[in-house]
């Protein structure tokens, strides 16, 4: 596959263990929102692996998009990328994935645990910069603390900017006992959501294959829901 070199032009920290780099790959590159590419990284030790990333950011047309990497104990790939230095240059793939977001023909109940939830961000910020579109949208995302929050304060912010039609729901399976939002994983309150946007809603899953699979089980064994309305992709 061919590989073009990409540019790291800026780099924060998500949280204490998620950093997030904004590529620039040249104005030529297009994605759908929740496409990833793959990654040519350099290791310490002269060698390189491949790893795949979903785009965290909508599509903008400047060749520049953003990644949120979650740093994995002893994962060579994800410690490489937490240690580059803004500046740095990468080979990447083309935009590759059939995890896109459907027209919006009805609600819609995105479910991401941990950085799951970066091709969600990337279909939601399309779907809402659509000022036409009026379907309702959920968002579930789980982590384990509040300290795990990727993007927390961005999408409390859009769901006050967007109020009526996007809702934010954190849940958190290790709250402090400060916290006073939903606890527990996130298929726990799947069905519940799912009855809020009129039970009718496309399910967009991304995370871990464990938690996508479960999700997978009470949408479809639960509630009945038929296989085209369930969109998923799994990191492991
Ligand atoms: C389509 C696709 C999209 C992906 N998008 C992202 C993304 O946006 N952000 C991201 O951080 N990773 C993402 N991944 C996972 C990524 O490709 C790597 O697997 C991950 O960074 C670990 O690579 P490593 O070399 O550090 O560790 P490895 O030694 O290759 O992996 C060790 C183990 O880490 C676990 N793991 C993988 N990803 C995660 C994760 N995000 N959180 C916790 N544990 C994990 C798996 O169980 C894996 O077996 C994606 C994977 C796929 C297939």
């Given at each position: 596959?061919?590989?073009?070199?990409?540019?790291?032009?800026?780099?924060?920290?998500l949280?204490?263990?998620?950093?997030e780099?904004?590529?620039?790959a040249?104005?030529?590159?297009?994605?759908?929102?929740?496409q990833?590419v793959s990654?040519?990284?350099?290791?310490?030790n002269?060698?390189?692996?491949s790893?795949?990333y979903?785009?965290?950011?909508a599509?903008?047309?400047?060749g520049?998009?953003?990644?949120?990497?979650t740093?994995?104990e002893?994962?060579?790939?994800?410690?490489?990328?937490?240690?580059?230095?803004v500046?740095?240059?990468?080979?990447?793939?083309?935009?590759q994935?059939f995890?896109?977001?459907?027209?919006?023909?009805?609600?819609?109940?995105?479910?991401?645990?941990?950085?799951g939830?970066?091709?969600?961000r990337?279909m939601?910020?399309?779907?809402?910069?659509?000022?036409?579109?009026?379907?309702?949208?959920t968002l579930?995302l789980?982590?384990?603390?509040?300290?795990d929050?990727?993007?927390?304060?961005?999408?409390s912010?859009?769901?006050?900017e967007?109020?009526g039609?996007?809702?934010?729901?954190?849940?958190?399976?290790?709250?402090?006992d400060?916290?006073?939002?939903?606890r527990?994983?996130?298929?726990?309150?799947?069905?519940?959501?799912?009855?809020?946007?009129?039970?009718?809603v496309?399910a967009?899953?991304?995370?871990?294959?464990?938690?996508?699979?479960?999700?997978?089980?009470?949408?479809k064994?639960?509630?009945?829901?038929a296989?085209?309305?369930?969109?998923?992709?799994?990191?492991?």
């Open positions: 596959m061919s590989l073009r070199t990409v540019n790291v032009v800026a780099a924060r920290a949280t204490h263990n998620v950093r780099l904004t590529l620039d040249g104005a030529d590159f297009r994605f759908v929102a929740g990833w990654l040519r990284i350099a290791l310490d002269g060698e390189f692996v790893r795949s979903s785009i965290a950011s599509p903008r047309g400047d520049r998009f953003e990644i949120a990497v740093r994995v002893g994962g060579p790939g994800s410690t490489a990328l937490h240690a580059l230095d500046g740095a240059t990468l080979e990447a793939s083309h935009a994935g995890f896109t977001l459907e027209p919006l023909a009805r609600p819609a109940l995105f479910i991401g645990t941990g950085t939830v970066a091709p969600l990337s939601l910020r399309a779907a809402l910069a659509d000022r036409e579109a009026d379907a309702r949208l579930l789980g982590v384990r603390s509040e300290l929050l990727l993007y927390g304060d961005e999408f912010a859009l769901a006050r967007f109020a039609r996007f809702r934010f729901v954190p849940t958190l399976s290790r709250a402090s400060a916290w006073s939002g939903r527990g994983y996130v298929q726990t309150h799947a069905r519940e959501l799912v009855g809020e946007l009129g039970g009718d496309d967009y899953i991304c995370g871990l294959q464990r938690m996508v699979k479960e999700v997978r089980a009470v949408l064994g639960e509630l009945g829901f296989r085209e309305r369930i969109h998923s992709e799994r990191f492991d």
